[in-house]
T-cell receptor, first 111, second 114 residues
Framework: RKEVEQDPGPFNVPEGATVAFNCTYSNSASQSFFWYRQDCRKEPKLLMSVYSSGNEDGRFTAQLNRASQYISLLIRDSKLSDSATYLC????????????FGKGTRLSVIA | DTGVSQNPRHKITKRGQNVTFRCDPI?????LYWYRQTLGQGPEFLTYFQNEAQLEKSRLLSDRFSAERPKGSFSTLEIQRTEQGDSAMYLCASLPRDVQETQYFGPGTRLLVL
């Protein structure tokens, strides 16, 4: 089983739609959780950290369920510029350990 | 530009040749990571430095791969006797001493082995 699993998509949605991505992780010792965004042929960039209490940044909302080892990202009012691959990322332990990435979910927002 | 930089940005080589990539982390970031990303996959961890010490290596890092960070600043990743399966984007990320989470990625070096 992959350590971080995501639906690869693609998700094709019209502008203004709400879209949700899900992710599961297998290592219950994982400490930190993130969503990264990656544009075609570019490096991954941090979109937001994910906290147990849930957190929101503008149109983006992230949720973490430690009991189910499940992470989600909700994008409201999708924009064309949201088209990208969204990577679910887990830090195995705290501090210095490397990040573990899912394969990514590809989103295309269509006019 | 004060971000992570990587050179070269693109490299085409013939199978069997050696290649070397360089990463310059954000100034004073003491932690540096190398990842590899192949098409359709997320980045996969290769190796990690804290200052000049290489503290962790992935099983992905075969004997043909070597990484250094001699003065605790820039790092190099060398691949000897390249194979077509080495074709990928090689990403470097750095992290400051007091931050436990966010890693800042460089633009990557895209390698194509013919």
């Amino acid at each position: 089983r992959k350590e971080v699993e995501q639906d690869p998509g693609p998700f094709n949605v019209p502008e203004g739609a709400t879209v949700a991505f899900n992710c599961t992780y297998s290592n219950s010792a994982s400490q930190s959780f993130f969503w990264y965004r990656q544009d075609c042929r570019k490096e991954p960039k941090l979109l937001m950290s994910v906290y147990s209490s849930g957190n929101e940044d503008g149109r983006f909302t992230a949720q973490l369920n430690r009991a189910s080892q499940y992470i989600s990202l909700l994008i409201r009012d999708s924009k064309l510029s949201d088209s990208a691959t969204y990577l679910c990322v887990v830090n195995r332990y705290s501090g210095n350990t490397p990040l573990v990435f899912g394969k990514g979910t590809r989103l295309s927002v269509i006019a | 530009d004060t971000g992570v930089s990587q050179n070269p940005r693109h490299k085409i080589t013939k199978r069997g040749q050696n290649v070397t990539f360089r990463c310059d982390p954000i100034s004073e970031h003491n932690r540096l990571y190398w990842y590899r990303q192949t098409l359709g996959q997320g980045p996969e961890f290769l190796t990690y430095f804290q200052n000049e010490a290489q503290l962790e290596k992935s099983r992905l890092l075969s004997d043909r791969f070597s990484a250094e960070r001699p003065k605790g600043s820039f790092s190099t990743l060398e691949i000897q006797r390249t194979e077509q399966g080495d074709s990928a984007m090689y990403l470097c990320a750095s992290l400051p001493r007091d931050v436990q989470e966010t890693q800042y990625f460089g633009p990557g070096t895209r390698l194509l082995v013919l």
